[in-house]
């Protein structure tokens, strides 16, 4: 996959100083994932483009994988070659200083509008056209996208393209923009998602963000759809409009459908709550606890002594724990929540103490 910058802006080769990368050398980078390699095709005076180059590790990749999706996507996909969150991050770390608009030697020329062209190739296209148009002109750059390969059928478009944007802007702004973007496009990510994605996102989207058109879609699609996250995320970019529904026509996860209102979510936790009391039962099994909501609100209530969350997830299990702060200062004491890696399935002993078993939104 492959991104570029350039500029006009005379004398175009002070895009080195800007991203801090001589134009005269090869620049390579090791990444968890593979290799990038920033380096110039043109350095003039009049015209002056950096290239990131990034050479994604497919067998890497599935030796990584750890739990599986699905043993066939771990081989046939296009994660190795389609721009996507491999390229944000590989886009971060090669040029992390140019992103904060930071310049020792050309700090007044980092401040200003600069003539800047971008191309990113291949560009997922999971929205279509005018999905990568509304996220990208609303920023003041002019779209051109160049479909690749299968164009798809029907009503569907391309599914790759080359995006082109040209315009007026900081350079830092600019790399901002595609750190972000390209990975809503793709509308997926490499690496589980968490509460830290919501500083990285704030902290990226910072100026802009905010009064985006698109606000609501980017977070979500950012954030993997997580509904928590980016009910989080819209309240730190808009505490005033905070337990506003998130729109429909973002996909959600069918775990998090019914949250969407989050009051009828809420209804529905203190209902599963006052029937568990009703049973005097303190030690309790969630089964298919998925991220530990049910799991988070009884670990507040004094009357409970034991917990234990079951789910055939693992990314689920790590999501709770984290929720819960296990073995974190200010969590629970230990032994007091008990997170289990099973199923509904299979017989199991370990969560044999509990007096009250319960299953919310489960389908085994």
């Known amino acids: 996959m492959f991104l570029s910058v350039a500029t006009t802006h005379r004398p175009a080769t ?6 801090h990368k001589h134009p005269d050398r090869l620049h390579e980078t090791d990444l968890s994932f593979g290799k990038a390699w920033l380096f110039y095709p043109e350095a003039t005076d009049e015209r002056c483009e950096a290239a990131l180059l990034l050479d994604v590790d497919p067998i890497g990749l599935v030796r990584g994988k750890g739990q599986a999706e699905g043993l066939l996507d771990q081989y046939v996909n296009d994660r190795p070659y389609a721009a996507s969150s491999f390229l944000s991050v590989a886009l971060n770390k ?38 990568v148009r509304g996220l990208f002109e609303p920023l003041g750059w002019t779209v051109d996208l160049t479909p690749i390969g299968d164009v798809g059928s029907g009503a569907s478009g391309p599914r790759y393209g080359q995006l082109k944007l040209t315009g007026t802007g900081r350079l830092s702004a600019l790399l901002n923009h595609l750190y972000v973007l390209i990975p809503v496009m793709d509308d997926a990510k490499h690496y589980w998602v968490g509460e830290a994605e919501i500083d990285k996102l704030l902290s990226k989207g910072e100026g802009w963000l905010e009064n985006h058109p698109a606000k609501d879609l980017i977070v ?35 775990e998090e ?35 530990g909501k049910l ?6 209530e004094r009357w409970v002594h034991k917990l234990f969350g079951l789910d055939p997830a693992v990314r689920e299990l790590e999501w709770a724990a984290k929720r819960l702060k296990l073995n974190e200062f200010g969590g629970p004491p230990e032994g007091r929540v008990t997170l289990l890696h099973g199923s509904l399935t299979y017989r199991d002993r370990r969560w044999a103490e509990a007096d009250v078993v319960v299953l919310v939104e489960v389908i085994e």
């Open 14 to 19: 002070d895009l080195g100083f800007l991203l």
């Open 94 to 131: 090669t040029l992390r200083t140019a992103m904060t608009g930071i310049s020792k030697e050309r700090q007044e020329l980092a401040n200003s509008d600069l003539p800047l062209e971008a191309v990113v190739t291949p560009l997922p296209m999971r929205g279509g056209e005018a999905l």
């Open 220 to 254: 979500r699609r950012y954030l993997r759809n997580r509904g928590a996250l980016a009910r989080i995320a819209l309240e730190r970019l808009a505490p005033e409009t905070a337990g506003e529904a998130l729109p429909p026509e973002v996909r959600v996860a069918p």
């Open 257 to 291: 459908a019914l949250e969407v209102p989050i009051r009828l979510n809420d209804l529905r936790m203190d209902a599963v709550v006052q029937a568990i009391r009703a049973t005097g039962g303190t030690t309790i099994a969630d089964l298919g606890c998925g991220e």
């Open 295 to 300: 799991l988070y609100r009884l670990v507040r």
